[in-house]
């Protein structure tokens, strides 16, 4: 390729497995062809468009309002998560996730519940400008860089070069969605109205100001799992042909795509640059194995990325 | 109004407030304005959008259904609302609905439970498959319309009017999300992943073609009354500036438009035209209270509008 699609890429075959693909569904009169609103792709967040090591930036967010919560109440910081949130013990937490990912959620659990007394009350617009703030005014521990920048460049520009082929992009995460929401227009270019995501149940109240939808301290939905491709037909009403992911929660996700009379690609992405980004596969295991067998496109950050960040967006 | 804006809308009130609602919140540098992507409007369905008498029409379609299961297995013939399917009776049917609107749930749970049972286990693409052939081949029981047909010509064009000043219309229905999906985009230029609605739960089953999501035998979401704001803030992050329904159910959304900051234009369809429509107040007997004391736009069907139904869509 010499026509600048895809520059962050390197010439791999992953590369070339995109481009044929949007190739063969755009071509018009070919056996593939998908008209335009049928080219819905599908993207996993944490560890798929951004970073999620040492741990996901929404857990950042999370210890923030913990400690707070903590030093306003002392009794808080002998009790999982505000002690862990309060001490910075970023190994605790960073284990919730790699056990989650082993079938063990003890820990999920007891983070969850922390997580539900964080936010219970708050409305989804203070919230939401929580967030933004967070996730604008915060720096990446490790990387040094804007929690806003810590998009992945290929990613972005696949973002892209799929939007100009007639897709049109969701992200489906497991994260929480209103967290995302507040910049995935300006890190992705999707709207709030395109990400698909956990959250918590929500309650509506009224009050003079046409009514107020606030966070409830229960669960509503975690979207992991089997969970995905159904949030996906919930909130779309049609399955995708492309979908990226890079854990063992997106396999029903990535194997939905397509179906019976489509084509699909699913992308997986491989953490193996421990130079430019991280090295890991926890969380992983079964996705590759899965990616072998049904020759899925592994996507590794050290081969097929000659760019891993971009600039935070202006 | 001379330049045919709006033209099945007489020349009253109603029009004038939606023609200077929209003026204001389009003009560049005005008080009021707002940018095109917060341009957000919903709308309930059955008697907002599309007749709802005798019957709500995804009745017919679930009654179609009952009816086959009661053809099937005579031992369901003597039991609701399998009797009342085989029987056509339609004055159960009919207060099912009247009922839930004065606040009576029994025979709506009575209804549910069959609903339930009778899509158990149906992929979503068989179901929409089903509705699809339902709503472009069945007859409106006394319009003589096809159902394709039953959507109201003043609200489609108002629609279509909205979109063409930059507007994002959603549907927000207490009737099934994946009942009206497959014919939203022919009748209302809504896509699917602009409808909002009740649905059943859903289950991913994997299969050897990518999965497949089909309805388990219980409910999930009931979107109406509060649960509408709810569900409004959950698929699109944002809070509409207009919204338009036809009964108590929808007060919470009519309420939740507009909100702190923003202006609000709210749209309440009075069935009052027994020539050309229905005429009826029950179950709407709140929301008109509410809209005298609140100023809400009450649409007349009589007195605001020239023609009521469209052909229709080709």
Chains 1, 2 share one sequence.
Not at 13 to 25: G, K, L, N, Y
Not at 252 to 265: I, T
Request: charged share 25%; proline share 6%.
């Amino acid at each position: 390729m010499t026509d600048g699609t895809l520059a962050t890429w390197n010439d791999t075959s992953a590369r070339a497995a995109i481009v044929e693909f949007v190739e063969r569904v755009t071509t018009e009169g070919g056996p593939d062809y998908v008209p335009r609103p049928e080219r819905v792709a599908t993207f996993d967040n944490d560890g798929t468009l951004w970073c999620e090591k040492p741990m996901p930036i929404e857990l950042g967010f999370i210890l923030q309002r913990l400690t707070e919560m903590a030093d306003a109440d002392p009794s808080l910081r002998e009790k999982q998560p505000w002690k862990a949130a309060a001490e910075r013990d970023y190994h605790w937490l960073s284990d919730v996730i790699t056990k989650h990912y082993h079938g063990d959620d003890t820990d999920v659990r007891v983070l969850m519940a922390g997580m539900l007394q964080a936010f219970a009350g708050m409305s989804v617009e203070g919230y939401a400008h929580a967030a933004d703030a967070f996730l604008r005014g915060g720096t990446h521990p490790t990387l040094g860089r804007a929690f806003h920048a810590c998009g992945y460049a290929p990613m972005i520009e696949l973002l892209a070069f799929l939007e100009a082929h007639g897709f049109t992009n969701y992200i489906a995460s497991g994260g929480d969605r209103d967290f995302m929401r507040p910049i995935t227009e300006d890190v992705y270019r999707i709207p709030p109205e395109r990400v698909i995501g956990s959250s918590n149940a929500l309650r509506y109240l009224e009050d003079e100001h046409g009514g107020t939808v606030t966070y409830a301290a229960e669960p509503d939905v975690f979207d992991d799992g089997p969970v995905k491709p159904i949030r996906i037909w919930s909130r779309i009403g049609r399955r995708p042909i492309l979908a990226g992911g890079n854990s063992n929660g997106d396999i029903p996700m990535l194997q939905y795509a397509g179906g019976r009379d489509r084509p699909a690609l699913r992308l997986l992405v491989l953490h193996d640059d421990p130079e430019r980004e991280f090295d890991y596969t926890a969380g992983a295991e079964k996705s590759l194995e899965t990616a072998a067998t049904q020759g899925w496109t592994v996507v590794s950050i050290k081969s097929d990325w000659n760019t891993v960040f971009a600039d935070a967006p202006a």
